[in-house]
C-alpha cells in the first residue's frame, strides 16, 4: 500500500518534470518590462522580464542566460493576478501574468535587450 503511493508519486514528478523542461527559452520570457523604475533597476544590473505564469525560476535563469549570453546571479519573481474589471453589466478579467527580476553578473545594455524582442521593419 505504501510502496504503492511513493511509486504514484514519483511517477506525477516524473510527468511534471516532463512538461516543464520542453519549453524552449524564447517561450518563457515574453516581452521586457521598460518603465522608468526598471530603467533604475537595469544601473544595478537588474532587468525585469515579463514570462509564462508556469515558469520556474531555472527556467527563467537559462532563459536568460541563453538568450543574452550572461551570467545569471539570482531571479526574483512574482505573480499578478488579473484584476476583475466592469463595465456596464459586462464583467471581465484582466490577464494574469508573471514578473520576473532577473540580476546578472557584469554588464548588460538595454538596447540588447529592446532588440531580441522587436519585430522587424517591413521592407
Known amino acids: 500500500m505504501q510502496e504503492n503511493k511513493i511509486q504514484e508519486n514519483k ?10 523542461t520542453n ?3 524564447e517561450d ?3 516581452t521586457p518590462v521598460l518603465t522608468e523604475k526598471s530603467h533604475k533597476l537595469s544601473e544595478k544590473g537588474k532587468f525585469v522580464f ?14 536568460v542566460e ?3 549570453g550572461v551570467k545569471v546571479k539570482k531571479v526574483n519573481t512574482m505573480i499578478y493576478r488579473g484584476k ?17 527580476i532577473v540580476s546578472i553578473e557584469g554588464q ?3 538596447g540588447k535587450i529592446t532588440e531580441k524582442f522587436t519585430l522587424p521593419a517591413n521592407k
Not at 511517477?11 to 516543464?20: A, D, G
Not at 505564469?53 to 527556467?59: E, F, L, R, S, V
Not at 463595465?87 to 520576473?100: L, T
Open 66 to 68: 541563453k538568450i543574452f
Open 23 to 25: 519549453i524552449a527559452p
Open 11 to 20: 511517477n506525477k514528478i516524473e510527468r511534471k518534470m516532463k512538461t516543464i
Open 108 to 110: 548588460l545594455d538595454i
Open 28 to 30: 518563457v520570457i515574453l
Open 50 to 63: 515579463i514570462c509564462r505564469i508556469d515558469a520556474t525560476k531555472p527556467q527563467i535563469k537559462r532563459a
Open 84 to 100: 476583475v474589471k466592469r463595465r456596464g453589466i459586462f464583467v471581465g478579467r484582466r490577464p494574469s501574468f508573471k514578473k520576473a
